[in-house]
């Protein structure tokens, strides 16, 4: 488990028309505050990663397809290793990530996938540590 | 031209496994705080209307589908009818509203649309007022 992590349940409101569904509020657990809000696509089978924001706290919302997401902690101290985290409209839930867990994700329904990402700070490169996929050993082939 | 309500181009950055989109960032024009962010998913030819709110500032983007915005404005002093604004990802823009201005809309693409609405307040059944469709006098059927 990551310390610090973790995935808060959505409504979906069926609404005339279509649905409304949350993402999250100010008053939300796991809400940090507001610097930028962005999508992020991703295709069937394709992975990105891996990122490690060193200031940025992410909450994560999937309103479109189906994303698995792994988290890599290797803080000294905590060290607790990979988590996985699937999110779709079938499982509609908000992840939380603290600051300085590596995170990489990958698209697993056929039509792509997007996520929304409500960050506490505007993106800022020097915040940002970047990896290849190589670089952490983790199966992904295995996710599908 | 509804005073105050105005759209600002976002870019989407080609990014290997997927786009990356821009909503809204602190420092972007037309924010004006964080209180709740919210999806609203719309049927193609569906409308959802009128609503306004009193307090909300709404900034909406539309990363799926394409959504035709209806604002129709009878402010004191301002009264200047309907604006019509169309979003998808062809004409990818975020559509600020300020408050006391009248909205409905429309799904123009024939698979769902959806629309974030990045509010400045947390929903709060108070400051909406809600009118049936009929009750402003706007041709839909000339839009699709």
């Not at 992975?47 to 999937?62: D, E």
């Not at 697993?108 to 290849?132: F, G, K, P, T, Y």
């Amino acid at each position: 488990m990551v310390k610090n992590a973790f995935t808060t349940p959505l409504d979906i409101i069926d609404t005339p028309g279509g649905n409304v569904m949350h993402a999250i509020k100010k008053s939300s657990e796991g809400y940090a505050g507001f610097g930028e809000a962005y999508f992020s696509q991703i295709k069937y089978g394709n992975i990105k990663g891996w990122k490690r924001h060193n200031s940025m706290t992410l909450n994560l919302v999937v309103p479109i397809g189906k994303i698995k997401f792994v988290l890599f902690d290797d803080r000294k101290g905590s060290n607790s290793g990979f988590q996985e985290f699937t999110l779709s409209i079938d499982n509609y839930s908000r992840l939380t990530v603290p600051p300085k867990i590596w995170v990489g994700f990958q698209g697993l329904s056929e039509s792509n996938s997007m996520l929304l990402n409500i960050a506490d700070i505007q993106h800022n490169r020097l915040e940002v540590d970047v990896l290849e996929l190589d670089d952490i050993k983790y199966n992904w082939s295995e996710t599908k």
